[in-house]
């Protein structure tokens, strides 16, 4: 009887021992992807609690064009480089446009959309 419980306990640490091993091993992969160009979950997750809203980005596609767009909330795979923003007047302020077909800031003071067209070139 002492022989069949001792298998028993055997079985079932042997059981939690490979599930955190699993655990483990799927938690490093995530993190091992998310660092990868394909990756970004994480540092879009960790942009949107520092945030409080959910960020704007850069959009994925490199066009001549710089401009801001909202984020999905879920996304697959985020491609770097993105540039993540708190406000349109953040995104505006570092020479992204709120179009994506001219240049537009309409949360910049004229002053301010005269300096950030000089200093951006655009």
Not at 28 to 44: N, R, S
Not at 86 to 103: F, H, I, Q, V
Request: glycine share 6%; aromatic share 14%; proline share 6%.
């Amino acid at each position: 009887m002492k022989d069949i419980s001792q298998k028993s306990k055997r079985t079932v640490k042997q059981k939690i021992w490979w599930a955190l091993i699993l655990f483990i091993s799927f938690t490093a992969l995530i993190i091992l992807v998310d660092q990868t160009p394909y990756g970004g979950q994480i540092e879009f997750y960790s942009k949107w609690g520092g945030c409080g809203t959910k960020p704007l980005r850069e959009p994925a596609h490199f066009d001549s064009m710089r401009y801001y767009e909202e984020s999905p909330n879920i996304d697959l795979f985020r491609l770097r480089p993105q540039a993540y923003f708190c406000t349109p007047l953040e995104a505006e302020e570092a020479g992204y446009s709120a179009n994506k077909t001219e240049y537009i800031f309409p949360h910049l003071t004229t002053e301010e959309r005269r300096a950030v067209m000089e200093k951006y070139g655009q």
